[in-house]
């Protein structure tokens, strides 16, 4: 079977700060889409998304060569976050977009996977400690060494179970 090759993320994608952008000729000429009809695109999506995700595309200007010499051309162009990239470029068709797709889906199983092992780790380590604190009262209810030890113990292994715990559920937070 041919494996598609994966896009280069970097060639196209710019970081300020926490926020990735990338810009409408960026995604086109990655993409093999002319710039005109990327923007057509981009304009139709924002009609239909709802305002809140408006953000996903800020429009702008970029300078670009005149192609009959003399001074640049401005001329429209959109700043896009990440999240408006994914929204756009899952609407392409052809080659490009298919590998770019097929990366996505194996960014978001590796995330997911990741969680997976995450989650069963804190399973595996909470089942651990809650068998430390039996055992810990199964010692401390034979002698009066182990009842003693069993008080020192408790509430180092209660407070370490709540932390696990929390963790492996953390709670829903409210807005």
Do not use: W
Not at 1 to 28: C, H, K, R, W
Not at 32 to 44: C, E, P, T, V
Not at 100 to 116: C, G, P, R, V
């Amino acid at each position: 079977m041919n494996q598609v090759p994966v896009l280069n993320f970097q060639d196209f994608i710019a970081a300020y700060g926490e926020t990735l952008t990338t810009t409408s000729q960026q995604v086109a000429a990655v993409f093999g889409k002319h710039h005109n009809d990327l923007l057509k695109r981009i304009r139709s999506l924002t009609k239909q998304i709802p305002d809140d995700r408006l953000g996903y595309f800020a429009e702008t200007v970029a300078l670009r060569e005149n192609p009959s010499g003399g001074a640049a051309i401005e001329s429209p162009s959109y700043t896009i976050t990440r999240d408006g990239f994914t929204l756009l470029a899952m609407g392409f068709t052809g080659k490009k977009a298919l590998q770019f797709k097929l990366a996505y889906i194996d960014a978001f199983n590796a995330m997911a996977a990741y969680i997976k092992n995450q989650r069963d780790g804190l399973r595996y380590r909470c089942m651990e400690k809650e068998l430390e604190c039996k055992d810990s009262a199964r010692r401390g209810s034979y002698h009066g060494k182990g009842l003693n030890q069993r008080k020192q113990e408790k509430p180092v292994l209660e407070a370490e179970l709540s932390a696990l715990l929390a963790l492996a559920q953390p709670p829903l937070q409210l807005n």
